[in-house]
């Protein structure tokens, strides 16, 4: 019996990782589960799993969330970082799942390798605004880290059985997004509505919105650097809008390892609470027969400028990834506020960068505090 704390569990990978531990009483429990403003699906979560304990970001939501449990609920709730982190280190949980989008992840999590837990961690950002440091703790407490992002996990699964030291490079799959085919010059006039409508992945709106400009493919390079210890040469992008290969590892040999399958997160948050066995996922299995073709093709770097500012954070190193991490996650608000335009988004993030002179981060309060830093600036920008 593995025993999980789900941080974000009202989210598309909670949701998804509680639709798994449903399906395997027998081999999943749940200790501790943490959520935002989604109280109404989080009550629901509460009362299906009985964790020990929930937390919610404010005392005036724990308030309402305690309202509308039964009395004789047996679930502490508690709010606040401190909540978090009392979710994330909980002396019960095997395991603690990092579902927390954007930088809001990085306490608890730090919080739990330092506790001893092994991580599925699905908050890339949690390794590219502080990825020496989270490397160092994961070494420093000898806890496992498993990647639940489907790109990852699928370069997890192809490594499985190889060398490290036989390792060419690795391909990282995108889909493009909604954009793939849309004219250039017409991207300035698409809606949130356009932008959040993915072809093929069901998620939450923010990272809908990193697919469209391809931030998220590169959060997901800067991650896969420090995962897998590759530089970033080592590390490349192809566009295959199919979403069946979800990566690659290409050998010293020339042979290339892939993993395949329907796109559905279900499958790698399996494979990671579950490693080294697996479990039925409910997934649809993958008919080769149905596939008329299978494409790829490299990424056009003028459609998706987002994906050069993260090499360029990631080459910069230091802060610098944090700074554009943060940058984007306030342009991304802005964006769904309909205070900018699509286009926009990568303009503000590299005015942001622009505006920063890399520094050395010792500490996660470091990272916090140039996090802080990137978002007021990103903001005063959203003025001008």
Known sequence: MKRLAILGSTGSIGTSTLEIVAAHPDRFTVEALTAGANL???????????????????EELAHRLKAMLPSDSSTEILFGIDGLVAAATISEADMVVAAIVGAAGLVPTAAA?????????????TLVTAGHLFMELIEKHNVRLYPVDSEHSAVFQSMEGHRNA???????????GPFLNTPIESLRRVTVGDALNHPNWSM??????????????????IEASWLFELPLDRIGVNIHPQSIIHSMVEYIDGCVMAQLGTPDMKAPIAYALSYPERVATGV?????TELSDLTFSNPDLERFPCLSLAYRAMSDGESMPAVMNAANEIAVEAFL???????????????????????????????LEVDLWSRKRTRE???I
């Open 113 to 125: 390798i330092k506790a001893g837990k092994d991580i599925a961690l699905a908050n890339k950002e």
């Open 337 to 367: 506020a309909g205070q900018i335009g699509f286009t926009e988004i990568p303009e503000l993030i590299e005015k942001t960068m622009n505006a920063h002179q890399p520094e050395k981060l010792g500490s996660i309060s470091d990272v």
């Open 284 to 288: 649809k299995p993958l008919d080769l």
């Open 381 to 383: 920008l959203l003025k």
């Open 166 to 176: 036989d390792i060419s490079r690795i391909i990282l799959t995108a889909s493009g």
């Open 40 to 58: 109404d699906l989080f009550a629901k979560q509460i009362a299906m799993f009985s964790p020990r304990l929930a937390a919610v970001l404010t």
């Open 204 to 221: 939450g709106r923010k990272i809908t919105i990193d697919s469209a400009t391809m931030m998220n493919k590169g959060l997901e390079v």
